[in-house]
């Protein structure tokens, strides 16, 4: 067998990712668990998209976030890190009137035996393309460039550059071979994870595989079309990505512990992250692998609070304009019941934001507007559990407890294991 084929590169933070089942329970882990206090974003106000604002009865069915619902969760996440072999996990759940949950549980660095604490920075996967996406949007607020417009426009040598749009790339529909999914590439970004990646090298293991369909036929997952939004991004402002994002996108967020880096540099403090995404299969350290393989589809670094308040700017709106921020909610099926994804964001079972997952880190942050919650799940590892994410594990059991008619996520078959 192949290191690529043993590794099974999946997508590193898709939209959707393969749902799991709770399992009989098992004898609980420690748990470490401290209360953060609230953030909230400083954006500028804006009328939220009719999908986004809260119904009149929103909040009625969620429960009181009291001890004995405490207790259930703590549980469920128990259960859930024993069973997956999670070494640590950071739990934020919030909705107004109804109290918050925050915990950690297990341990941090597998060798010292630290605990998970709520104050982590975290490499967020996917999380990432939120904000390369809200990016782009804010341009075509400002008139410098428009949904429809060809990617040909603003990068040479695109496959069909001349009839694949922004607004397909944002929304998965390109048709585009997902650079992460190409064997050379896997064994590049395995042979010990601190090879540096320039956005034309990405692009160069994409473009040698034929288009995979026609523009706008379907959805289908890619890296590919993030670092042509990111170079577009670049194209239009004249500065690099990293500076528009944060002055276009995390300053006016109100975000202050959310960065996107230029090289494998992690601020402390931060957990180990573990994969077996190495060229040999084993579990290994990845927490200084350098995340420029991911670029604008997944490099970024951000903190619990920051997750929590921008899962809420994101679903909301509130750097964008009313029409842009209804644009970007029009989802297309994303090939399971209850699943949409829209431009750079998910739509699963009414919660709205997106998940990540690169090698040795995973996260969730998503907001559900009917009942005005947000969820954020933070992991320091990537292995999967008899094939499902482990982000969508305790997504899947927290949601379970608290909003059994919203449960993410839904179901899909086994995805290559990058991007």
Known sequence: MTPTARIRLRRACTAVTAAGVLIAPVAAGP????????????????????????SPDAGRDFPELTPA???KLDAAIRDTLREAKVPGVIVGLWAPGKGSYVRTFGVADKESGAPMRTDFYTRIGSQTK?????????????GKAGLDDPIGTYVS?????DRITLRELAGMRSGLFNYS????????????????FTPRQLLDYSFRHPVQFEPNAKFQYSNTNLILLGLVIEKVTGQPLQRVISEQVIEPAGLHHTLFPTNADFPEPHAQGYTD?????????????????AWAAGAMISTMEDLRSWAKTLATGTLLKPATQAERLKTTSAGIPGAGYGLGI???????????????YESLGVYLPEERATLVVILNTDVLHDGQEPSTLFGEAI????TPDHVYPGHEPTAPRHG
């Open 346 to 360: 998910f739509d699963v079972q009414g919660w709205i934001g997106h998940n990540g997952s690169l090698p040795g």
């Open 157 to 161: 040598g695109v496959p069909n550059g």
């Open 130 to 142: 939120t904000f390369t996406v809200t990016a782009l949007l804010r341009l075509v607020d400002q």
């Open 181 to 196: 999914e190409d064997e050379e590439f896997g064994k590049a970004l395995t042979t010990g994870g601190t090879r540096p």
């Open 69 to 71: 619902v405490a207790a």
């Open 31 to 54: 748990a470490y668990g401290t209360s953060a206090p609230a953030r909230t974003a400083a954006a500028a106000p804006a009328v939220p998209d009719a999908r986004s604002a809260p």
């Open 399 to 402: 949601t379970g407890i608290v």
């Open 277 to 293: 995404q190495s060229a040999s299969g084993d579990i290994v350290d990845s927490t200084d692998w350098n995340p420029s393989w």
